[in-house]
């Protein structure tokens, strides 16, 4: 959408024009936020960092259903050192806001995480200039909850902004949502989907208004990325519906999954398969294989022998499911159990933008746009991979990043 002349883009198309861009950013598997925003800050892939969703999936034991735990610090979440690390051991200032997978890190100086209850985590000085400042109405994460998106993104640039007036990080990692949350529900390329570009890409040009009126214009880099892209389904698959008429989980009253032999948890494009009793699992794999092979939307079931392949931890290993059920494209999928169908059509309330497919599917390419200090204007690059970011701004300060899945794109440097 970038290049979609519909879309108001002035501020992202002003970066891409005085710096550097690629024609695509290929995102690790699978292509889920926390996932990705790992990534791009480690320079690893899940297989190594272990973030594979947004949450941790844990599994309870024998036909106890999978828990997604989101309300996990980032030592319980993050494997592998980030950015915010190494920084902060090398006495750089750091900063992060809304980025995922942060709650309760010691390496970030002014830290607004995403995560459940983020203003009960947010770093006590941040949040009482917050409050000052009127960009947040109080400290209580009760009235930041009753926000809508936009207005979240609002306070996260003008957090952003803040920082960057007051004591300008060293290194600043910024989130905004609500794109992502308006093409969940309308899907990319949508009137909605224009709109919420158009919003963000102000929200962008507020932050490089920020940089030059601080005067740090000629000392900035900026990258401007996304964690994945979008893709429009027409229908969802309800695989637990399938194994719920195969007497592999039920469901109570309140339609609450309460024993699960066999559950599907979604990542959005595929669905991790979990078989909970290791007893019986060789043949409940079986059985997913027969009732799912050749089905309409399904691409094909993934055995653990391939995760590797992909990036993945080992089954069982980081939430790792025992299978992977995998869409086709126009399909997605959803932890539904009830009902009788296995497929429904895509509406607002299933969700009609998807992502957390994997990665080799194109709509879930990212952007990436690099500007300022130390980038070369008029840079164009084919298709990178988004575990390229962190070493790349590694090389920016002048430390070579060792331990990366990913290389340094020299080429959008205007000096070797």
């Not at 600043?172 to 009137?191: K, W």
């Not at 919420?196 to 900035?220: E, I, S």
Request: aromatic share 6%; net charge negative; hydrophobic share 45%.
């Amino acid at each position: 959408m970038l290049d979609d002349p519909r879309a108001v883009l002035p501020n992202l198309r002003a970066l891409a024009a005085t710096g550097a861009r690629a024609q695509a950013m290929i995102v690790s598997n699978p292509a889920t936020t926390w996932s990705n925003h790992t990534t791009l800050v480690t320079g690893v892939l899940p297989r190594k960092h272990s973030v594979m969703a947004n949450g941790l999936l844990v599994r309870g034991g024998v036909d106890v259903p999978i828990r997604n735990e989101k309300e996990k610090t980032v030592r319980e979440l993050v494997a592998t050192p980030s950015l915010f690390d190494l920084l902060h051991a090398d006495h750089r200032s750091t900063a992060g806001v809304n980025w995922p997978c942060t709650r309760s890190s010691a390496s970030i100086d002014d830290n607004f995480p995403d995560s459940p209850g983020m203003l009960n985590f947010t770093t006590p000085r941040l949040l009482r200039e917050l409050v000052a400042a009127r960009i947040l109405g109080s400290d209580q994460q009760s009235d930041f909850a009753r926000m809508e998106e936009p207005g979240h993104d609002a306070v996260w640039t003008r957090t952003a902004c803040h920082l960057i007036r007051t004591r300008m990080p060293d290194f600043m990692a910024v989130h905004l949502l609500n794109t992502d949350e308006i093409h969940h529900a309308y899907g990319p390329e949508s009137l909605a989907s224009y709109a919420a570009l158009a919003l963000a890409d102000r929200f962008v040009g507020d932050v490089v208004a920020a940089v030059d009126a601080a005067g740090q214009t000629g000392n900035t880099t900026l990258f401007v990325v996304a964690d994945h892209g979008f893709a429009t389904a027409t229908h969802v698959l309800q695989p637990n519906v399938i194994l719920r008429q195969a007497n592999l989980l039920n469901v109570s009253a309140q339609n609450k999954i309460v024993r699960a032999r066999v559950q599907v948890v979604t990542l959005g494009g595929i669905g991790f398969v979990y078989c909970t009793n290791p007893a019986t699992r060789a043949s409940d794999r079986q059985k997913v294989t027969e009732l799912f092979s050749g089905r309409e939307g399904v691409a094909e079931l993934i055995g653990p022998e391939r995760f590797a392949q992909l990036g993945l931890p080992n089954a069982g290993e980081g939430g790792a499911g025992d299978l992977i059920l995998r869409a086709k494209a126009g399909y997605g999928i959803v932890n539904t159990a009830t009902g009788e169908d296995f497929i429904v059509p895509a509406t607002i309330e299933t969700n009609i933008g998807f992502h957390g497919y994997l990665a080799d599917l194109p709509e879930m390419n990212a952007l990436f746009i690099a500007s300022g200090r130390g980038i070369k204007s008029g840079a164009r690059l084919g298709i990178i991979q988004n575990v390229d970011i962190a070493p790349t701004i590694m090389h920016l300060f002048g430390w070579p990043l060792s331990a990366t899945d990913g290389r340094v794109l020299t080429e959008i440097f205007d000096r070797p």
